[in-house]
C-alpha cells in the first residue's frame, strides 16, 4: 500500500513537472513573440472587446454586490466596537487588497478562460490549428498572444473599476446602518486608505490576466484530437486557473504588501 501511495505520488509529481514545463515554454513563446513585434492588432482589440467590455457587467455586479455585503457587514461590526468613522476605510481596503483582483480573476477564467480553451480546443480537433502551420503561420503568435495580451490590459482595467463599483456598493448599504452617515463613509478614505494599496491591487490582477490567458490558451491547444475532450479541457482551465490565482496571490501578498 505504502509503493502504491508513493507511486501514485510520483506520477503526480512527474505530471506537475511536465506541465510545469509546457507552459513555461508557450509563456516564453509569447513574450518572444510580443518582443519581436509579431502581434496582430486588428485581432487582439477583438479580443479587448470580448475580455474586457463584454466582461464588465458580469464583473461590476459582482463586485458591486460583494461590497453590498461586505459593507453590511462592515457597519454593523464597527458599530458594536463603536469605530463607526472607519467603515469606509475597512470596505476600500478590503475590496483593492484581496476581492476585487481575486472576484474579477475568477469571473474572469470562468468566462473568458473557459471559451479560451473551448475554442482553441474546437480549432485543434478540427485541425484548424495544424492548418495554420502548414501556412507557414505561428499558431501562438496568431492565436494565443492577441489573447494574452488583451488580458493583461483589460483584467487591471476591470479591477479598477470594480474597486469603485464595490466601495460604492458598501457606501449604499453602510448607509441604511443606524451607526453612521454617508459623510463619514467618505471621510474615512483621505487618511488611510494609501495610493500603494489600490496600485497593488491591480498590480495583482496584471499577474492573474497572464495566468488566465496562459492556462486558458494552453489547454486549448494541448487537448486530445477529440470533441469530448475540449469539455474536459475547458474545465480543467477554470479550475487551473483558480488555484493558481490563489497561489499566486499569496505570493503576491507578501511581496507587496511586507508589513
Not at 463584454?54 to 464597527?78: D, E, F, K, P, R
Not at 482553441?120 to 489573447?147: C, F, H, K, N, W
Request: glycine share 10%; charged share 10%.
Amino acid at each position: 500500500m505504502l509503493i502504491g501511495l508513493v507511486t501514485a505520488l510520483g506520477r503526480q509529481f512527474i505530471s506537475f513537472l511536465s506541465y510545469f514545463g509546457k507552459t513555461t515554454q508557450l509563456h516564453l513563446s509569447i513574450w518572444r513573440g510580443l518582443l519581436t513585434g509579431r502581434l496582430g492588432y486588428r485581432v487582439t482589440v477583438q479580443q479587448l472587446a470580448e475580455i474586457g467590455v463584454n466582461s464588465l457587467a458580469i464583473a461590476v455586479v459582482t463586485l458591486l454586490l460583494s461590497g453590498m455585503v461586505i459593507g453590511y457587514h462592515m457597519s454593523v461590526q464597527a458599530g458594536k466596537l463603536g469605530v463607526s468613522e472607519l467603515v469606509g476605510w475597512f470596505v476600500s481596503e478590503t475590496m483593492c487588497r484581496e476581492l476585487g483582483p481575486v472576484l474579477v480573476a475568477f469571473v474572469v477564467a470562468a468566462r473568458v478562460g473557459s471559451a479560451m480553451a473551448a475554442e482553441l480546443g474546437s480549432m485543434r480537433v478540427t485541425e484548424q490549428i495544424d492548418a495554420l502551420r502548414a501556412m507557414a503561420t505561428d499558431p501562438v503568435d496568431y492565436l494565443v498572444l492577441p489573447r494574452y495580451v488583451a488580458c493583461l490590459v483589460m483584467v487591471p482595467l476591470l479591477v479598477f473599476i470594480g474597486d469603485i463599483v464595490g466601495v460604492t456598493g458598501g457606501y449604499v448599504m453602510a448607509v441604511l446602518s443606524p451607526s453612521i452617515n454617508q459623510t463619514v463613509y467618505f471621510d474615512s478614505l483621505p487618511g488611510n486608505l494609501e495610493v500603494w494599496t489600490v496600485v497593488a491591487g491591480v498590480i495583482k490582477a496584471a499577474f492573474f490576466g497572464m495566468i488566465i490567458a496562459l492556462v486558458g490558451c494552453h489547454q486549448g491547444l494541448t487537448c486530445r484530437r477529440a470533441s469530448e475532450d475540449v469539455g474536459r479541457a475547458t474545465t480543467r482551465s477554470v479550475v487551473y486557473s483558480i488555484m493558481l490565482v490563489y497561489a499566486a496571490n499569496l505570493v503576491l501578498t507578501t511581496i507587496l504588501y511586507p508589513k
